[in-house]
Antibody
Framework: QVQLVASGGGVVQPGRSLRLSCAASRFTFSNHGMHWVRQAPGKGLEWVAV????????YYADSVKGRFTISRDNSKNTLYLQMNSLRAEDTAVYYCARDIKSHYLDYWGQGIRVTVSS | EIVLTQSPATLSLSPGERATLSCRAS??????LAWYQQRPGQAPRLLIY???NRATGIPARFSGSGSGTDFTLTISSLEPEDFAVYYCQQRSNWPLTFGGGTKVEIK
């Protein structure tokens, strides 16, 4: 069974940075695009970013463009999200998810909580 | 940005009843729509992709239909585990967007 395990969340002050990781296993990581999706407390799902299977392309939501960077290391089967200049509105549970069929999300990690607060 | 509007916001039904959920796109997205289920405290689960194709392991009581701007998720007979929140998602244009969700609750 596909496994996606996120780490790196926590409490951070506004304006600071945080890097999330997502360790993938039990599938060929280098064959799949990967996404980050977030969910603010009590709210719906918000897509954040995608990176293609080979890292050749990345796309971002307008709300994070210029502040967040998605990257991957196919040799380590790991996805990353570097989050800079964090704001209170970035507070959410962040999910990593696998891409299938050109941008549907078929397997999701357990979610990692990020709280931006002074 | 393509806006997806889901209705109703909440659907109150009893086990065994039929559930019909709607998702409307702000512009045509062909059949590039998926449905997800999210139970409390859990990650979302892919149910339907390309409007009408069931994902691996999804029971036949879940079905999707529609194209263009209007889409429907139907649960033919609600099981206790189906009471959850359902989201639609489009992949026609960047950025990917989700609808606001429909909560299916026990009446």
């Amino acid at each position: 069974q596909v496994q996606l395990v996120a780490s790196g969340g926590g409490v951070v002050q506004p304006g600071r940075s945080l890097r999330l990781s997502c360790a993938a296993s039990r599938f060929t990581f280098s064959n799949h695009g990967m996404h980050w999706v977030r969910q603010a407390p009590g709210k719906g799902l918000e897509w954040v970013a995608v990176i293609y299977y080979d890292g050749s392309n990345q796309y971002y939501a307008d709300s994070v463009k210029g502040r967040f960077t998605i990257s991957r290391d196919n040799s380590k089967n790991t996805l990353y999200l570097q989050m800079n200049s964090l704001r209170a509105e970035d507070t959410a549970v962040y999910y990593c998810a696998r891409d299938i069929k050109s941008h549907y999300l078929d397997y999701w990690g357990q979610g990692i909580r990020v709280t931006v607060s002074s | 940005e393509i806006v997806l509007t889901q209705s109703p916001a909440t659907l109150s039904l009893s086990p065994g009843e039929r559930a019909t959920l709607s998702c409307r796109a702000s512009q045509s997205i062909s059949s590039y729509l998926a449905w997800y289920q999210q139970r409390p405290g859990q990650a979302p689960r892919l149910l339907i992709y390309d409007a009408s194709n069931r994902a691996t392991g999804i029971p036949a009581r879940f079905s999707g239909s529609g194209s263009g701007t209007d889409f429907t998720l139907t649960i033919s007979s609600l099981e206790p585990e189906d009471f959850a929140v359902y989201y639609c998602q489009q992949r026609s244009n960047w950025p990917l967007t989700f609808g606001g969700g429909t909560k299916v609750e026990i009446k």
